[in-house]
């Protein structure tokens, strides 16, 4: 019996064809994920860099000073200013981020601690219908049902502008900002409500000050990523915000941002122009804006951990 056991275990054949075809199998995976991986970082360098380095080409011909903080933007006239869509951009961006944090976190607290079971199993699936939705869709009931009713209820001669804008850009961002809101929420331990239920605090209490503060680097992130999606949009806000090169005196007036005038514009120009160059460098900006919120995601993520 000592004998049997101190000899090697043998290996068939067949078992070694089948070490050897799932040892292949797994680095054919890990090369395939690798090459996944490269091919992404490429596409997106390739996409920065080609954008980045047309866009610089503008200032060739235009000055830092005038693109950054001019406000005449007549390409006719070799006159680009940038600076009229550039704070439209922050503008909206700002106007959006006011209406639909405390909306869309209402929101998530009503889904993750109030509603009961069969309305949450209503409300989850709905929100991310709505983040489904394309984009022009809503712009459009913004076009033919949110502009009349603007025009009827404030007198204004056109509707267009910054409040119509950033009413149809909280619409699309708040089904975003409450689904991860909500899982945020609804991950915080139990152990931290029933202690803060066990020293007498009310619901009211255990969320704003002990839910909501344990939450609070996925609720920064939801909001984030909803005003990511903001700063990009393009086809809601052209059909909304009257793409007219301007800065608004008021929340009626229409005016243009980065995107509006990018995708206005960027068809009837020559791809040599400095025209074309000065469009180009607004996509960079655009770029350059995304990376930074997701470098704010990432260190949030970070704290949170």
Same mark, same amino acid.
């Given at each position: =019996?000592?004998?049997?056991?101190?000899? %090697?275990?043998? !290996?068939?054949?067949?078992?070694?064809?089948?070490?050897? @075809?799932?040892?292949?199998?797994?680095?054919?995976?890990?090369?395939?994920?690798? #090459?996944?991986?490269?091919?992404?970082?490429?596409?997106? #360098?390739?996409?920065?860099? +080609?954008?980045?380095?047309?866009?610089? #080409?503008?200032?060739?011909?235009?000055?830092?000073?005038?693109? +950054?903080?001019?406000?005449?933007?007549? %390409?006719?006239?070799?006159?680009?200013?940038?600076?009229? +869509?550039?704070?439209?951009?922050?503008?909206?961006?700002?106007?959006?981020?006011?209406?639909?944090? &405390?909306?869309?976190?209402?929101?998530?607290?009503?889904?993750?601690?109030?509603? &009961?079971?069969?309305?949450?199993?209503?409300?989850? %699936?709905?929100?991310?219908?709505?983040?489904?939705?394309?984009?022009?869709?809503?712009?459009?009931?913004?076009?033919?049902?949110?502009? &009349?009713?603007? @025009?009827?209820?404030?007198?204004?001669? =056109?509707?267009?502008?910054?409040?119509?804008?950033?009413?149809?850009?909280?619409?699309? /961002?708040?089904?975003?900002?409450?689904?991860?809101?909500?899982?945020?929420?609804?991950?915080?331990?139990?152990?931290?409500?029933?202690?803060?239920?066990?020293?007498?605090?009310?619901? =009211?209490?255990?969320?704003?000050?002990?839910?909501?503060?344990?939450?609070? &680097?996925? !609720? +920064?992130?939801?909001?984030?990523?909803?005003?990511?999606?903001? !700063?990009?949009?393009?086809?809601?806000?052209?059909? /909304?915000?009257?793409?007219?090169?301007? #800065?608004?005196?008021?929340?009626?007036?229409?005016?243009?941002?980065?995107?509006?005038?990018?995708?206005?514009?960027?068809?009837?120009?020559?791809?040599?122009?400095?025209?074309?160059?000065?469009?180009?460098?607004?996509?960079?900006?655009?770029?350059?804006?995304?990376?930074?919120?997701?470098?704010?995601?990432?260190?949030?993520?970070?704290?949170?951990?």
């Amino acid at each position: =019996m000592e004998q049997e056991l101190r000899q %090697p275990y043998l !290996i068939s054949k067949s078992e070694k064809r089948i070490i050897s @075809r799932t040892y292949f199998r797994n680095r054919m995976f890990r090369l395939f994920c690798f #090459l996944s991986v490269l091919v992404l970082g490429v596409a997106l #360098l390739s996409i920065i860099v +080609f954008v980045g380095r047309t866009g610089l #080409l503008v200032f060739k011909d235009v000055s830092f000073q005038e693109f +950054f903080f001019s406000t005449i933007w007549e %390409p006719y006239d070799d006159k680009f200013g940038a600076a009229i +869509f550039i704070l439209g951009t922050l503008a909206l961006t700002g106007l959006t981020l006011l209406f639909s944090a &405390p909306i869309s976190i209402g929101v998530a607290i009503f889904t993750a601690e109030i509603a &009961p079971n069969w309305l949450k199993r209503i409300l989850r %699936p709905v929100l991310d219908l709505l983040v489904g939705i394309p984009s022009i869709v809503y712009g459009y009931l913004g076009l033919t049902v949110l502009i &009349p009713f603007l @025009r009827n209820i404030t007198g204004a001669t =056109m509707g267009d502008g910054l409040l119509a804008s950033a009413i149809v850009l909280t619409i699309m /961002v708040l089904p975003t900002i409450s689904r991860i809101s909500d899982d945020s929420i609804t991950s915080v331990p139990l152990e931290l409500r029933e202690a803060s239920y066990a020293l007498g605090s009310t619901r =009211m209490q255990t969320t704003l000050k002990v839910i909501l503060p344990a939450a609070a &680097p996925g !609720i +920064f992130t939801a909001v984030i990523l909803g005003m990511a999606r903001a !700063i990009g949009e393009t086809m809601a806000v052209v059909m /909304v915000i009257g793409n007219t090169p301007q #800065l608004p005196s008021d929340l009626f007036t229409p005016t243009s941002v980065l995107t509006s005038n990018i995708v206005n514009q960027i068809i009837d120009v020559e791809f040599d122009s400095t025209w074309n160059n000065a469009l180009y460098m607004m996509a960079f900006l655009l770029l350059i804006i995304s990376n930074l919120l997701i470098i704010i995601i990432r260190k949030l993520r970070i704290k949170g951990a």
